[in-house]
Nanobody
Framework: QVRLVESGGGLVQPGGSLRPSCAVS????????VSWYRQAPGKQRDLVAR???????YYVDAVKGRFTISRDNAANTVYLKMDTLKPEDTAVYYC???????WGQGTQVTVSS
């Protein structure tokens, strides 16, 4: 059974940092890319960042230079380090196994003073 479980969201002030994680089980993790998406209230779910099985990364322009995606194959986990957070980063953040329809349940990130 394939599972993706996000954790590490929370409430942070503008300019702060968070590092959500996505723990993956039920698949050979090291052969899959993993992506982070986010969905703000009333908006569609959009791609934020992606990391390939080989460690290549991609970021959308809105987070480039502020977010860092990484993976730990020994722990079957992908991380999203988010720095210099802005109120417009507020959303539910989801991870997804690339090439599949497997998603996590999401973790809420709220940036507010």
């Amino acid at each position: 059974q394939v599972r993706l479980v996000e954790s590490g969201g929370g409430l942070v002030q503008p300019g702060g940092s968070l590092r959500p994680s996505c723990a993956v089980s039920g698949v050979q993790f090291n052969i899959y890319g993993v992506s982070w998406y986010r969905q703000a209230p009333g908006k569609q779910r959009d791609l934020v960042a992606r990391i390939s099985s080989g460690g290549s990364t991609y970021y959308v322009d809105a987070v480039k230079g502020r977010f860092t995606i990484s993976r730990d194959n020994a722990a079957n986990t992908v991380y999203l380090k988010m720095d210099t957070l802005k109120p417009e980063d507020t959303a539910v953040y989801y991870c997804k196994l690339d090439g599949s329809n497997y998603w996590g349940q999401g973790t809420q990130v709220t940036v507010s003073s």
